[in-house]
Nanobody, 121 residues
């Protein structure tokens, strides 16, 4: 099993920036997250469904329309860590952010515990 731990959330003013991290550990094939089939950042605001914000799969990145041009997903395979750089933050970006990984031939899932991001003046 793979464990994921997010960090980097907090309170920021509108227009500000935050960088979230998602550190992977445990039974990682080849010892590196480069072996993962999929890694992504999701968020869930109060009263709303969890939504995919950004993902990396097969070397390609994808973003929700609401964050394109403001958020950047990346990963450091040597550190087994995925990042989400969030710029020009808006109040509507307020949510709990979760990272997810899918790995192995059976596409097993792992989720992190979430980190709160609050954008407010």
């Amino acid at each position: 099993q793979v464990q994921l731990v997010e960090s980097g959330g907090g309170l920021v003013q509108p227009g500000g920036s935050l960088r979230l991290s998602c550190a992977a550990s445990g039974s990682i094939i080849s010892g590196s997250i480069i072996s993962f089939n999929f890694m992504g950042w999701y968020r869930q605001a109060p009263g709303k469904e969890r939504e995919l914000v950004a993902s990396i799969s097969g070397g390609s990145t994808n973003y929700a329309d609401s964050v394109k041009g403001r958020f950047t997903i990346s990963r450091d395979n040597a550190k087994n860590t995925m990042y989400l750089q969030m710029n020009s933050l808006k109040p509507e970006d307020t949510a709990v952010y979760y990272c997810k990984a899918q790995y192995g031939s059976s596409w097993s899932d792992s989720w992190g515990q979430g980190t709160q991001v609050t954008v407010s003046s």
